[in-house]
C-alpha cells in the first residue's frame, strides 16, 4: 500500500494530505452505499458472478464515486495501481473523513492514457473483464448466500445415450433371467406334483394288495385249523385200544365142537402128550443206534411186530404216528446209515400199507387206497 501511495504522489504531484482527504470521502460514500444495501437486502455480502461478464460504470452518480470490479488478475498492458489503490480503502475506515472531496489524478501504466482526469468526466474507458475458467468445476449463477460462504453446485453431466442402452439392455436380461428361473421353478413344481401322485397311487394299490393277501392268508389259516379239527375227530374215531380189541377177539363166535369117535388110550395119550409139549417162541430183537452222520440211524429188527416197528422208527423221525388195528404182522430187517424217514417208507412198502399225511399226523392202514395218497 505504501509503494503504492507513493508512486501516485510522485506521479500526481498532489500533496499528501489531499489525496488522503479523496481517498476517504471515496471511501464514506462506499460506506453509506454498503450500509443502505445491507437494509435492503438483508444480506451482509453479495456473491459475485464469476462466470458473468462486469464492466465498470462510465457515469456515477455526482454524489458518490464508485468503481466496482470483480477480482481479476492484470493483464499485460494494464496497470496494478487501480488494483492496490482500493486495498487501502477496505481498511480505512477508522481513518478520518474529509466533508470536500476533490478531484483525484490516478495514474495509469499505459503510455497512451492521459495523467489527469476530472471529477466530471469518464474515470475510465469501458473494459469488460473475463475471469479466468476453472478447469475442474462449472458454475451456475449465484445467488446470495447466507453466513458468507459460497456453494459452489456442479452443473449435471448428461449421461450418454449408448450407456443408457447399455443399462436398459443389462435391466431387460435381468429380468428375462428371472422369468427363466420361475418358470424353471414352476416346471419342477409340477414335475414333482406328477411324481407324488405317482408314488401314492402305487402306495395304495400296494396297500390293497397287502390287505388283500392278508385276507387269503388268514382264510387258508382257518381251513388249516378246521382240517386239522376234523383230523383229529377221525382219528380219535378210528383208534382203538387193545382192551377193545381182546373183547371183539372173545366175543368171535367159535367153530362147532365135532364129536369125536372114541379111540384106545395109547393113542390118546400119544395126542394129549404132543399138544401139552411147549411152543418154541421166537425172540423179538429192535435195535438202534446212531450212524456215522448227522440224522442217520442203523436200525435192526428180528422178528419184531409191525405195530412196534413204525412206533419205534416215527420217534426218531419226528412224526406222531396213528397205526390202525388191522395193521398186523412181523417185520425183520437191518438198515444200515439210512434216516428214519427212509426207513418208515422201507417198512411201509415192505408190507404193502396205506399212508395218508395231515400235518405232523401219520395214519397208517392195512392196504392202500387209491383214492388216499
Known amino acids: 500500500m505504501s509503494l503504492a501511495f507513493g508512486l501516485t504522489v510522485l506521479l500526481t504531484g498532489l500533496k499528501p494530505e489531499e489525496i488522503r482527504n479523496a481517498l476517504n470521502s471515496q471511501n464514506k460514500s462506499r460506506h453509506e452505499l454498503k450500509t443502505s444495501e445491507e437494509e435492503l437486502t438483508d444480506a451482509p455480502v453479495i456473491a459475485q458472478r464469476p462466470q458473468e461478464e462486469f464492466k465498470f460504470d462510465p457515469a456515477p452518480s455526482p454524489d458518490r464515486q464508485k468503481t466496482t470490479a470483480a477480482p481479476f488478475e492484470p493483464l499485460p498492458g494494464e496497470s496494478t495501481l487501480t488494483q492496490s489503490s482500493q486495498q487501502p480503502s477496505q481498511n480505512s475506515e477508522t481513518s478520518?473523513?474529509?466533508?470536500?472531496?476533490?478531484?483525484?489524478?490516478?495514474?495509469?501504466?499505459?503510455?497512451?492514457?492521459?495523467?489527469?482526469?476530472?471529477?466530471?468526466?469518464?474515470?475510465?474507458?469501458?473494459?469488460?473483464?473475463?475471469?479466468?475458467?476453472?478447469?475442474?468445476?462449472?458454475?451456475?449463477?449465484?445467488?446470495?448466500?447466507?453466513?458468507?460462504?459460497?456453494?459452489?453446485?456442479?452443473?449435471p453431466v448428461a449421461i450418454p445415450k449408448r450407456a443408457t442402452r447399455e443399462s436398459m439392455d443389462h435391466e431387460v436380461h435381468h429380468l428375462k433371467k428371472e422369468i427363466l428361473h420361475f418358470r424353471l421353478?414352476?416346471?419342477?413344481?409340477?414335475?414333482?406334483?406328477?411324481?407324488?401322485?405317482?408314488?401314492?397311487?402305487?402306495?395304495?394299490?400296494?396297500?390293497?394288495?397287502l390287505k388283500k393277501l392278508r385276507e387269503d392268508i388268514a382264510e387258508l389259516k382257518k381251513l388249516r385249523n378246521e382240517a386239522n379239527e376234523n383230523l383229529a375227530t377221525q382219528v380219535k374215531a378210528e383208534q382203538v385200544?387193545?382192551?377193545?380189541?381182546?373183547?371183539?377177539?372173545?366175543?368171535?363166535?367159535?367153530?362147532?365142537?365135532?364129536?369125536?369117535?372114541?379111540?384106545?388110550?395109547?393113542?390118546?395119550?400119544?395126542?394129549?402128550?404132543?399138544?401139552?409139549?411147549?411152543?418154541?417162541?421166537?425172540?423179538?430183537?429192535?435195535?438202534?443206534?446212531?450212524?456215522?452222520?448227522?440224522?442217520?440211524?442203523?436200525?435192526?429188527?428180528?422178528?419184531?411186530?409191525?405195530?412196534?416197528?413204525?412206533?419205534?422208527?416215527?420217534?426218531?423221525?419226528?412224526?406222531?404216528?396213528?397205526?390202525?388195528?388191522?395193521?398186523?404182522?412181523?417185520?425183520?430187517?437191518?438198515?444200515?446209515?439210512?434216516?428214519?424217514?427212509?426207513?418208515?417208507?422201507?417198512?411201509?412198502?415192505?408190507?404193502?400199507?396205506?399212508?395218508?399225511?395231515?400235518?405232523?399226523?401219520?395214519?397208517?392202514?392195512?392196504?392202500?387206497?387209491?383214492?388216499?395218497?
Open 185 to 209: 421353478a414352476e416346471a419342477r413344481r409340477e414335475i414333482e406334483d406328477l411324481r407324488r401322485d405317482e408314488q401314492r397311487t402305487e402306495v395304495e394299490r400296494v396297500e390293497s394288495e
Open 96 to 155: 478520518s473523513l474529509s466533508p470536500t472531496p476533490s478531484p483525484i489524478r490516478i495514474a495509469s501504466a499505459d503510455v497512451n492514457a492521459s495523467l489527469g482526469m476530472s471529477s466530471n468526466e469518464p474515470t475510465e474507458q469501458i473494459r469488460e473483464l473475463t475471469p479466468i475458467p476453472d478447469r475442474e468445476f462449472q458454475y451456475a449463477a449465484t445467488r446470495p448466500i447466507e453466513h458468507h460462504r459460497e456453494i459452489l453446485v456442479p452443473e
Open 241 to 373: 385200544t387193545d382192551e377193545t380189541f381182546t373183547k371183539q377177539q372173545d366175543v368171535t363166535p367159535t367153530a362147532p365142537v365135532e364129536t369125536i369117535k372114541p379111540v384106545e388110550m395109547t393113542e390118546v395119550v400119544i395126542e394129549t402128550q404132543e399138544l401139552e409139549q411147549p411152543l418154541e417162541e421166537k425172540s423179538s430183537t429192535i435195535e438202534v443206534t446212531a450212524g456215522s452222520k448227522d440224522d442217520t440211524y442203523i436200525f435192526k429188527f428180528e422178528n419184531a411186530e409191525v405195530r412196534d416197528v413204525l412206533t419205534t422208527i416215527s420217534k426218531y423221525a419226528g412224526r406222531k404216528v396213528v397205526i390202525r388195528p388191522d395193521v398186523e404182522g412181523t417185520f425183520t430187517g437191518h438198515f444200515e446209515e439210512t434216516s428214519a424217514v427212509q426207513a418208515f417208507a422201507a417198512v411201509i412198502k415192505a408190507n404193502n400199507f396205506g399212508v395218508s399225511f395231515l400235518g405232523d399226523y401219520v395214519l397208517v392202514r392195512s392196504h392202500r387206497d387209491p383214492k388216499i395218497r
